[in-house]
C-alpha cells in the first residue's frame, strides 16, 4: 500500500512562552514553517522485527536461581523485563525542541540492546525552560510526532520509554556545547527565571544573571508541566519523570540557597516545597493514573563543608520524598549536587548510592533507583542484594557501551534473551 504524508500546508507556528508581551525574546518566540510534503510512504516501511521476548529479559536454566538485576519489575501497569534503566543524558541534539533521527537512532540503541527503560533527556516544558537552545522540549504538540516515532520503536524492541519533563530555571540560556553558531540569535538572557533573582542569584559567570518569577508566572509553569505530562501520554509513553535535581527550576525551589522567596513558596521546607508538590499535582491529573510516574532528586546540595547558613541536604529529601509519595510519585530516582557552583564531589563507584539506601530505608513503598558511577554487573547487583535500591541507572555508562545490559548478564553469568538482529553477538 502507498500512502502520502501530506503535512498543513506552508502553516507559520509560533510557540510563546514568557511572562508577559513586553518579556518575548528570540529565544523563547519561536516561529517556524511546517513543510508541505507529499511524499510517498509504503506500510512496510514501518515492519518491525519483533522479539519474541524483551532484549534482556531473563531465560529460566533449571534451579539456577535469577540474580535480581535480571528480575522483571512492576510498578503499576508498567512491568520492565529487568532493572537497569538509561538515566536521560541531554544531547544538546534538537533545535526548536524537536527531536530528530539521531534521537531514534541513539535510544533506539538501547532497546535494541535490552535496556529494560529508557528515560529520555530533560526535555523543556516550555521555550525558556531548556538549559540550551539546542534541548529537546515538550511544550508543544507539534514535538509529538517525532517522540511517538522513538517511542514507537523502542516499543517494537520489547523495550520502554519515558521521558523527562523539566524546566532549567536559573541554568537556562547556556551556550549550546556544540554548533553554537547555529543557535547564535536562539538565546534569551533577558527572560531566564528562578525562584529569586538578581546577580547573587547567578549560577557563574558562564550563566545569566535570573529574574524573580512572579506568583502568576509560577502558576503558568505549574500548568506547563501538566499540559507537557498529557501530550506525552498521547504519545504512548510508559511514564514520565519530572526534573527536581541538578540545579534546576524545582531544585532552586527546593533549595534555601537559591530560594529566598518570602510567600507561600519560600521560606519553609513547607513552603519551599510547594511548587515541586504542584507539579506533581498536576502531571498525576494529567497523566493515565494506571501508569507511574517517577521523581529525580538531588539529595544534597553537596556544600555543607563549603558555605555557612542552610543547604538542600538529605534529612529534607527524605521528607519531601514521603511528601511526594503521598502526590502521586511512584518512583524517586536519586542524585546529588548541581545547585551551587561551589559544590564538592567526591567521585569514586556508586557515590551517590548511600542517598538511595536512606531513602529507601526511610520511606517504605516508594520504589528507588540508585544512580552514579555504576559501572557494570557486579556493582548493580550487589546494590539491589543488599537492598540499597529497586533499580538502577546508568547514564555515561550506556554511552560507553550501549550493550550495557547485554554485558552485566554476560558478568553474571546469566542467560538472556538477545534482539533477534543481534543474536550472533551472544557468541562473540
Known amino acids: 500500500m502507498v500512502s502520502t504524508l501530506d503535512h498543513p500546508t506552508n502553516s507559520v507556528s509560533s510557540n510563546v512562552a514568557t511572562s508577559s508581551p513586553e518579556k518575548a525574546q528570540s529565544g523563547t518566540e519561536i516561529h517556524y514553517t511546517r513543510q508541505t510534503s507529499v511524499v510517498p510512504r509504503f506500510e512496510q516501511e514501518s515492519f518491525h522485527v519483533r522479539p519474541v521476548a524483551p532484549p534482556g529479559s531473563s531465560v529460566p536454566k533449571g534451579n539456577k536461581e535469577i540474580p535480581l538485576l535480571f528480575q522483571p519489575f512492576t510498578v ?5 523485563a529487568n532493572r537497569i534503566i538509561v538515566a536521560p543524558m541531554c544531547m544538546y541534539s534538537s533545535k526548536d525542541g524537536f527531536m530528530t533521527d539521531f534521537h531514534l537512532a541513539h535510544l533506539g540503541s538501547f ?57 532549567a530555571g536559573r541554568k537556562a540560556s547556556a551556550r549550546a556545547p556544540y554548533d553554537s553558531i547555529v543557535f547564535e540569535h536562539d538565546y ?37 508541566f501538566g499540559s507537557a505530562a498529557a501530550r506525552v501520554a498521547k504519545a504512548g509513553l510508559d511514564t514520565v519523570e519530572i526534573h527536581g535535581a541538578h540545579g534546576y527550576l524545582i531544585h532552586n525551589f527546593l533549595s534555601p540557597i537559591t530560594n529566598h522567596r518570602t510567600d507561600e513558596y519560600g521560606g519553609s521546607l513547607e513552603n519551599r516545597a510547594r511548587f515541586l508538590l504542584e507539579v506533581i499535582k498536576v502531571v498525576r491529573d ?6 507511574p510516574i517517577f521523581l ?8 555543607e563543608n563549603v558555605i555557612d547558613g542552610p543547604s538542600w541536604e538529605i534529612e529534607q529529601t527524605v521528607q519531601i520524598a514521603k511528601w511526594a509519595k503521598e502526590a502521586g510519585v511512584d518512583v524517586i530516582h536519586v542524585s546529588s549536587g548541581g545547585n551551587s557552583a561551589k559544590q564538592v564531589v567526591s567521585y569514586s563507584p556508586g557515590y551517590q548510592v548511600h542517598f538511595a539506601e536512606r531513602i529507601r530505608r526511610d520511606v517504605p513503598g516508594l520504589a528507588v533507583i540508585a544512580v552514579g558511577s555504576i559501572t557494570g554487573g557486579k556493582q548493580a547487583q550487589e546494590i539491589l542484594e543488599l537492598e540499597k535500591a529497586d533499580l538502577v541507572a546508568a547514564a555515561r555508562g550506556h554511552l560507553k557501551r550501549p550493550s550495557f545490559a547485554l554485558d552485566a548478564a554476560r558478568e553474571l553469568g546469566v542467560e538472556i534473551s538477545y534482539s533477534p538482529q543481534y543474536f550472533a553477538a551472544k557468541f562473540a
Open 188 to 224: 534569551w538572557n533577558d527572560d531566564v527565571v528562578a525562584p529569586s533573582g538578581g546577580p547573587e542569584f547567578q549560577w557563574d559567570e558562564n550563566h545569566v544573571v535570573p529574574r524573580e518569577l512572579s506568583l502568576s508566572e509560577i502558576k503558568e509553569v505549574i500548568a506547563a
Open 76 to 80: 503499576k501497569d508498567l512491568t520492565l
Open 111 to 167: 532497546a535494541i540492546s535490552g535496556a529494560g527503560l529508557i528515560l529520555a533527556e530533560a526535555s523543556a516544558v516550555e521555550p525558556r525552560g531548556r538549559i540550551s537552545p539546542a534541548d529537546a522540549g515538550v511544550w508543544s504538540d507539534d514535538h509529538m510526532h517525532a517522540l511517538k516515532r522513538v517511542a514507537d520503536f523502542i516499543h517494537a524492541q520489547g523495550s520502554k520509554m519515558g521521558i523527562q519533563l523539566a524546566h
Open 286 to 291: 494529567n497523566f493515565p493514573a494506571e501508569k
Open 296 to 303: 529525580r532528586v538531588s539529595a544534597s546540595d553537596l556544600v
